[in-house]
């Protein structure tokens, strides 16, 4: 069956640190992958797509990796701050239409003083 | 600019009571799409609207479910004879079009207890 996963597990980081986070997947071939930020009580907020001829994509202080052959996507936020604090979700989609993104449960970041 | 809204923020209903929740996308996006999310679970896709085409139904759980969008815009999703199962938060997203690599810009959501 298809599955995303990603830690269910909340990573807690100091602040200044890298934070990195997983997302696996298996049965899929996506063309791209998406990543978002969800705050308690709000929608989730798109960060970053990486497609799938894409190794690398960074923006600011956020880089994605995007590993086909592993079938992992890494999540990396650097010199993290407490306003870093939040449920990260990766999203693909398995029909490559764009208009069914299935999510990962999300991990919990706690990024603290 | 405005972001997509929902309504009702919260909805508490008795089992077997019919809900709508309401969803106005951003303007001029032609494409919308209702997930939910439970408790410890990841968002699930319900359905999805392209501007006049038929309606993307596939993940509609049951035929308790059903959501309309009028004239391109405003959505509502229904609940009928609701049950506690149904419990969970409603999100409603929009983007510009239907096609990969397009993101989608979520709602607040609608939090929805069956008691």
């Known amino acids: 069956s298809q599955k995303i996963e990603q830690n269910s597990e909340a990573l807690n980081i100091q602040e200044g640190k890298t934070a990195t986070l997983t997302c696996n997947y298996t049965n899929y071939s996506p063309a791209y992958l998406q990543w978002y930020r969800q705050d308690p009580g709000r929608g989730p907020v798109f960060l970053l797509l990486?497609?799938?001829?894409?190794k690398e994509k960074r923006k600011e202080r956020l880089k994605v990796t995007f590993d086909t052959t592993l079938k992992q996507s890494l999540f990396h936020i650097t010199a993290s701050q407490p306003a870093d604090s939040a449920t990260y979700l990766c999203a693909l989609d398995p029909t490559g239409g764009g208009n069914k993104l299935t999510f990962g449960t999300g991990t919990q970041l706690k990024v603290e003083l | 600019g405005a972001g997509v809204s929902q309504s009702p923020s919260n909805k508490v209903t008795e089992k077997g009571k019919d809900v709508e929740l309401r969803c106005d996308p951003i303007s001029g996006h032609t494409a919308l799409y209702w997930y939910r999310q439970s408790l410890g679970q990841g968002l699930e896709f319900l359905i999805y609207?392209?501007?006049?085409?038929?309606?993307?139904k596939s993940g509609l759980p049951s035929d308790r479910f059903s959501a309309e969008r009028t004239g391109g815009s405003v959505s509502t999703l229904t609940i009928q004879r609701t049950q506690q199962e149904d419990s969970a938060v409603y999100l409603c997203?929009?983007?510009?079009?239907?096609?990969?690599?397009?993101?989608?810009?979520f709602g607040p959501g609608t939090r929805l207890t069956v008691l």
């Open positions: 997203a929009s983007s510009q079009q239907v096609q990969a690599y397009n993101e989608q810009f």
């Open positions: 609207f392209q501007g006049n085409s038929a309606p993307d």
């Open positions: 990486i497609r799938e001829n894409e």
